[in-house]
């Protein structure tokens, strides 16, 4: 699957999974990614929990949902590679405005390890 065309089409709602150092799993709801390559992705996140756990552990897995009547949508497991702050494409890539985090967003890079439908095919499904 070729992630920047799924991606340009794909209506629904997304969940990135992280977790700390420890284990302790968190769950956030997040937009479409922004698709860099078919290769690397990257998400705007305020310096929460979801971006707490990254520094600790850089694995995270992102689930998608269309908005279809059936189970459909894709799951990426995923690796941070880097992250950026206050850099000119965090602010050319920005969908939405959040004036109360200006200048307090980050822009986090992940290497997309595996792409998964959201049901079926695979060991782990």
């Known amino acids: 699957m ?3 065309a799924y991606f340009k089409t794909a209506k629904g709602s997304g969940v990135l999974a992280t977790a700390d150092g420890s284990g302790r799993v968190n769950v956030a ?3 479409v990614p922004h698709v860099m390559d078919e290769e690397t992705i990257a998400f ?3 310096d929460r929990l979801t971006h707490q756990n990254l ?3 850089p694995h995270a897995a992102y689930l ?5 009547e059936k189970y459909k949508g894709t799951r990426l497991y995923l690796t941070k590679i880097r992250e ?3 850099s000119k494409i965090l602010d050319s890539i920005r969908r939405k405005e959040y ?3 200006k200048g307090k967003e980050y822009l986090v890079y992940f290497r997309v390890d595996k792409i998964l439908p959201l049901i079926g095919t695979g060991p782990e499904s």
């Open 2 to 4: 070729k992630i920047s």
């Open 29 to 31: 709801i997040y937009a």
């Open 44 to 46: 705007l996140m305020a």
């Open 55 to 57: 520094q600790s552990n």
């Open 64 to 68: 998608f949902m269309e908005e279809e």
């Open 84 to 86: 950026e702050k206050d």
């Open 99 to 101: 004036p109360d985090l």
